[in-house]
């Protein structure tokens, strides 16, 4: 139940800033989403290393570690209530909120929210294991620091290497398909023991594919 409502919070700051940006930067769409969206793999590494350091030099509790997130809520929260935020596209040009939910039920719509549903499933699926799966992998290493490595690719490549997404967008998501399925496959094929410099190359490979995902489909 507590995750569910932590989800619950994460969707709504995702539904808000993603409409935000897109009217701020309204001929810019691409390349902000993508610089947006590199605060979620920034976000995992700084988490990440701060779980790792939490862990080794207080041996923190998992409930002190989680707990951390309260620090960007707060951020969140005075932020809503201190700043004004300017009209959406859809209220500037008049659209209602019962017509965005007709255009819900269109084939095309529908078609984009499987793909849509498939970006996240790759993205976020192979990070619920990855540092479980990798620190059985390479016992020498802890997995975590393979998440916080492709979450470091991710953020340097989404800050810097947007542009790329903004101007060929359809070329962008058909490599990044072509990496993401390589680096799965790679991985995939790995077996305990596998030496760190493979594990590293072949989540390399993974990472910079599932990179521009999610912020270009949006």
Known sequence: LGFLIMGLSQGLVEGVINPLVTTIYSDQKTKRLNMLHAWWPGGM???????????????????????????PAVVYLGMAMSLEYPKTERVQSNVSTGDMWKEAAKPLFLLLFVCMWMT???ELGPDQWFPKVMGDLVPQL???????????LMFLLRTFGSGIAHRAPMATLVVCSIL???GLYWLGGLAPGSSAVMAFAAATIFGIGKTYFWPTML
């Open 180 to 182: 993401t399925g390589v």
């Open 45 to 71: 590494m700084i988490g990440g290393l701060l779980a790792v350091a939490m862990t080794q030099m207080f041996n923190a509790s998992w409930q002190l570690k989680l707990g951390m997130i309260v620090i």
């Open 142 to 152: 802890q997995g975590v620091l393979f998440l916080v490595y492709t979450a470091g």
């Open 120 to 122: 996240a499933a790759a």
